[in-house]
């Protein structure tokens, strides 16, 4: 035993007599914390996992989506797939305080019956085609855009094909059709309103038949009490009825800049009707009303939904 190790153990005796040279205790001390730190190291990595799956679950339903799309039965098992995403989603979204979404899309949320609403993205715009310009629809169907200022993507009549022709659209941008749910929670907002604006119709928010139809009226000598959406006075195509010559008109995404949702996406409400994924039989519902459908105070409420074929049909992507 040398003279440092002699000098150690009596500093020890010395150190023990006056406090306790309790080495264990340190260890424990030590341990305990590293214990701590790897529970919050668990719970930072349970916390990136869950955005993880976030991420994975939108990966998942876009490819489920396209699997169910490929086997050509839209309706069923599109229906199937939107719920599952919901499940998916659910998870991860309510333990995620910030939800991320793209820029060209916003971040919305849908109630849940058991737990917290569950978060996703909704495109800004109507859906639009990758070479619309201000004044031209385009022709290229290969992807859905979500930009402001372009004439929106629609079709006349809607079919089962243009269905497979939307859902693949949004595929290609990464996203999917939104579906009934998403929609619709986009529409009503937090407090759950009929309209994207509130709770009363108002015909100069958003781009409706409405909105031109006091103005016709006033130039043409119709009366404030005769004008209405008939035919017969400020009907689908006031003006002569000519292409071109219309009062009603598919305006560029945005440009009704006070025709916004709470969550900040625009012409939600009118301008195109959009198509929306469902589990009906037919596989999509039509909501929101147009430029050029009649009664707008009824057609343009959240909830309103129909099946119709006949009509300018738009859509809309979410993720
Ligand atoms: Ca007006
Ligand atoms: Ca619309």
Redesign the pocket.
């Known amino acids: 035993m040398n003279k440092n190790c002699i000098f150690a153990i009596s500093l020890c005796l010395i150190t023990f007599l006056i406090i306790g040279c309790d080495e264990s205790s340190t260890e424990e001390n030590i341990d305990s914390a590293r214990d701590s730190d790897s529970q919050s190291d668990s719970s930072d990595t349970g916390t990136n996992d869950s955005a993880t799956s976030s991420g994975g679950g939108c990966i998942e339903e876009e490819t489920a989506t396209a699997d169910s799309e490929s086997e050509d039965t839209a309706s069923d098992t599109t229906a199937d797939s939107a719920s599952e995403n919901e499940g998916t989603d659910d998870t991860s979204a309510t333990d995620t305080e910030t939800f991320a979404c793209p820029a060209d899309m916003v971040a919305s949320a849908m109630p849940n019956d058991t737990d917290a609403p569950v978060k996703f993205c909704i495109d800004k715009y ?1 859906a639009s085609r990758t070479d619309a310009a201000a004044d031209s629809h385009g022709s290229d169907d290969s992807m859905a855009m979500s930009v402001p200022g372009v004439l929106p993507w629609y079709v006349n009549p809607m079919s089962q094909a243009a269905l497979i022709t939307f859902q693949n659209a949004c595929i290609a941008a990464g996203k999917h059709l939104c579906t009934a749910n998403e929609w619709e929670s986009t529409c009503s907002g937090t407090a759950h309103t009929i309209y994207v604006f509130g709770n009363d119709f108002d015909p100069e928010i958003c781009n409706t038949v409405a909105t031109y139809c006091d103005d016709y009226c006033e130039e043409n000598g119709i009366s404030e009490e005769d004008c209405n959406t008939s035919i017969s006075s400020c009907g689908y195509y006031c003006g002569d009825g000519s292409v071109g010559n219309e009062c009603f008109q598919v305006t560029p995404t945005g440009e009704f800049s006070g025709c916004i949702t709470e969550s900040g996406a625009f ?8 198509i929306v994924a469902s589990d009906n039989s037919a596989g999509f519902e039509v909501r ?1 009303g ?1 430029y050029n459908c009649a009664n707008p105070a009824t057609r343009l409420q959240c909830t309103y939904a129909a099946t119709w074929n006949e009509l300018n049909a ?1 859509f809309r992507c979410c993720k």
């Open positions: 109507e012409d939600v409400n009118g301008n195109l009707w959009e929101g147009a738009g």
